[in-house]
């Protein structure tokens, strides 16, 4: 009995489509309905709102300082929002662009891989089998698709390094894609100091050659002297770098789940047994350089969180190898491989398709054991929060905000969501809201005795609490102090979340326009 076709091209094609299509057009519905503002976790954009005034030739905006990490992609953001318009949307469509490359270069980089040597005669079907699955296997990470909805700078940045890789993985003697690789990988190296991790094992790759071939002396030479350039900035501050990390670690091991836990979160609970089976197919008859870098990406991270214990979500390169090497693997199955990836697919993103459950049904309690909820949370990235954000803020600030003039709101926990690494002002940037001035309370000390303060936003979430103080230990005493020098009283309070409330005080408990107030809990 002669052994089934594989499925027609047209089919092939309509599935690798629909495996970057889904998590795009889910993200976008996100990111359209999600009413919190854009936060900046890893004050990755810090430049960007001075940098947007001085392309608009604002009085009295300056550059600020060239250099320094992730400078260019700043620059590129205000120059995006310069020309399309000053939007939370507009700001996370860049998000959204780097996601499906990132997607579209796993399986790209799967078809590559399955090429290579050791692999014997492959034809067309498998290599088109390597990318689907590589593909399936991206998007149904969580991870690299959910963080993309944090405006997470790691995201662009695992999209970077898998393009500088590309044109080796395609040619290892780099033909038309030296200058490609070079220019890449300067942005990769000049965007985090992360990006020496990554550019290390493919340099040494690019050196030592694949399938008995490698670039010209005068290429590496030439792209070596590029990287090396564009790594010097990361090179002469590493130290600098390294020392706060180091320095936190006791504080990341208290805050940070473990490495199982953290696994179980990035990946979910069925992708690890497909990439398993993915990783043992491919590895049982490849034996080649190709597949020793990606091996090293992905083993990277497990070696950078036992130095340093900080998150794994800083190291997404790690886990878009991970989907390739599995996806080269699956294609030894080209019939079964990739429908296999479409399993742990479908768990990611069938539930956001269909109506949300009935509270307490069946159907919830097992997407809430594999921690998917469906209820709205300001902590999960699944579904858009639409009862809390941008709105309640513009109500907030109407009600208590001078008809003219600056408005100075305190910013204790964060703005507009809980507990973030900055005190809103990316947020308030996109907005915009031109008359607002955040004063920020979480430092040390007490605050500008002689400031002005219309406002003050509070968070109130009990489990959070204790890392937030090992933090920030001198917030309390600067919030106690603001409160008894401008005699704030709650004006306002609501529970927006299983555990977390947030509450607005202003002076005297007195506001400017009471009847602006949105809708609040009774106290």
């Not at 507009?416 to 955040?438: H, I, K, N, S």
């Not at 605050?447 to 001198?474: E, K, M, N, T, V």
Request: hydrophobic residues 50%; proline residues 10%.
């Amino acid at each position: 009995m002669s052994r089934p076709a594989l499925a027609p091209r047209p089919l092939l094609l309509a599935a690798l489509v629909a495996g970057i299509a889904v998590p795009a057009a889910l993200h976008l519905d996100y990111l359209l309905r999600d009413q919190r503002l854009p936060r900046d976790l890893g004050l990755f954009y810090l430049r960007v709102p001075a940098m947007w005034a001085a392309l608009h030739g604002q009085a009295g905006a300056d550059w600020p300082q060239p250099g320094g990490a992730g400078a260019w992609y700043e620059l590129f953001l205000a120059g995006w929002l310069s020309l399309v318009g000053r939007s939370p949307q507009a700001f996370q469509l860049v998000d959204l662009a780097a996601l499906v490359a990132l997607l579209a270069l796993c399986g790209a980089a799967a078809a590559a891989v399955t090429t290579g040597r050791g692999a014997g005669p492959v034809g067309a079907g498998r290599v088109r089998a390597a990318a689907l699955a590589a593909v399936l296997l991206a998007g149904g990470t969580p991870w690299l698709v959910l963080r993309a909805r944090l405006s997470w700078i790691h995201v662009p940045e695992a999209a970077l390094v898998l393009a500088t890789a590309l044109p080796w993985l395609r040619d290892p003697a780099l033909g038309r894609g030296s200058l490609r690789t070079a220019v890449l990988g300067a942005l990769v190296l000049l965007l985090r100091p992360t990006g020496l991790a990554w550019l290390l094992p493919l340099g040494l790759g690019l050196v030592l050659g694949r399938d008995g071939r490698r670039p010209p002396a005068r290429r590496l030479l030439g792209i070596g002297l590029c990287w090396l350039l564009a790594a010097l900035p990361a090179l002469l501050g590493l130290r600098d770098y390294l020392l706060p990390k180091v320095a936190a670690r006791g504080r990341y091991a208290m805050d940070v789940p473990g490495l199982g836990p953290q696994l179980l979160d990035a990946l979910g609970p069925l992708l690890p047994l497909v990439a398993v089976a993915g990783l043992v197919l491919l590895l049982r008859r490849r034996r080649d350089p190709a597949a020793a870098l990606l091996l090293s990406w992905l083993l990277l991270p497990v070696a950078l969180w036992l130095g340093f214990r900080a998150g794994l979500d800083n190291f997404l390169v790690g886990f878009a190898a991970l989907a390739i090497l599995a996806g080269a693997g699956l294609a030894a199955w080209p019939r079964g491989g990739p429908l296999l990836a479409a399993l742990p697919f479908l768990l990611l993103h069938l539930p956001r398709l269909l109506p949300d459950p009935p509270p307490d049904s069946a159907l919830d309690r097992a997407l809430t054991a594999i921690g998917e909820p469906a209820q709205a949370d300001l902590h999960q990235l699944y579904r858009p929060q639409t009862e809390w954000g941008r709105a309640d803020l513009d109500a907030l600030l109407a009600a208590s905000c001078p008809r003219a003039g600056r408005c100075v709101l305190g910013v204790a926990e964060g703005l507009d969501q809980p507990y973030g690494e900055e005190a809103g002002r990316l947020g308030t940037f996109l907005r915009p809201w031109d008359r607002l001035d955040l004063l920020d309370l979480r430092g040390q000390g007490p605050p500008p005795p002689l400031r002005r303060l219309h406002a003050l936003i509070r968070w109130d979430c009990p489990s959070q609490q204790a890392a937030w103080a090992r933090r920030f230990p001198g917030q309390a005493v600067r919030v106690q102090r603001a409160v008894r020098q401008h005699d704030l009283r709650v004006a306002w309070q609501r529970r927006v979340a299983p555990e977390c409330t947030v509450s607005w005080l202003v002076p005297h408990g007195q506001l400017v326009d009471p009847s602006a107030l949105p809708a609040g809990d009774p106290r």
